[in-house]
């Protein structure tokens, strides 16, 4: 079975500082690697993800995630964060189960932009 | 763009009352899956569907839950009898069928109150 570990349950920080969400995972097997964002009372959307290849992702609002097979981790970061990120970000680990690939998610990282 | 829709957003309902929750996933998706978030906790995987039938299901989904797609569009969850502890926002999402993108697609959610 996989599981997915997200250190920081709260991350306040200021507006144009740089931010780090952690997340680390385990799997016996090969892994894709998803971060998701949940805005206040809408639904989760895919924030950006690795499936192979470049272990460097970007999404096109700023923030980009490494893939670290040694260090079983995919920290999210973006360099200098606005009040619109303010948001829940889940990581999630999907392995390939038959058909029907499932998502394994972590406890979240509530990020507040502060002011 | 397309999108997951759910219905209700929220619902309040009697512990023992049967609930149904339903949901329509994008039009050409082939898998089909219901995850579920208690407040404060992490979300988790409840069952796919995939070809009319369960393909995966977690321990979460006991005798009380039933899954069905009645006329090829909605995807429903129905809850046989309602316990306090199924209070939770109940995420519903769908996926292509390619074998490799990995990429769930999720409603804005459900919001289940048992009282």
């Known amino acids: 079975a996989q599981s997915v570990t997200q250190l920081d349950s709260q991350v306040p920080v200021f507006e144009e500082a740089p931010v780090e969400l952690r997340c680390n995972y385990s799997s016996s097997v090969s892994v894709y690697l998803f971060w998701y964002v949940q805005y206040p009372n809408q639904g989760l959307q895919l924030l950006l993800k690795y499936l192979s290849g470049s272990t460097l992702v970007e999404s096109i609002n700023g923030f980009e995630a490494e893939f670290n097979k040694s260090q079983t981790s995919f920290h999210l970061r973006k360099p200098s964060v606005h009040i619109s990120d303010t948001a829940e970000y889940f990581c999630?680990?999907?392995?390939?189960?038959?058909?029907?690939?499932?998502?394994?998610f972590g406890s979240g990282t509530q990020l507040t932009v502060l002011p | 763009e397309p999108e997951v829709t759910q219905t209700p957003s929220h619902q309040v309902t009697q512990m023992g009352q049967e609930v149904i929750l339903r949901c329509v996933p994008i039009s050409n998706h082939l898998y089909f899956y219901w995850y579920r978030q208690i407040l404060g906790q992490k979300v988790e995987f409840l069952v796919s569907?995939?070809?009319?039938?369960?393909?995966?299901k977690s321990e979460i989904f006991d005798d009380q839950f039933s899954v069905e797609r009645p006329d090829g569009s909605n995807f429903t969850l129905k809850i046989r009898s309602t316990k306090l502890e199924d209070s939770a926002m109940y995420f519903c999402a769908s996926r292509t069928g390619t074998a490799n993108t990995g990429e769930l697609f999720f409603g804005e959610g459900s919001r289940l109150t048992v009282l």
């Open positions: 569907f995939y070809n009319n039938e369960i393909s995966e």
């Open positions: 999630a680990v999907g392995i390939s189960s038959g058909s029907a690939r499932q998502l394994t």
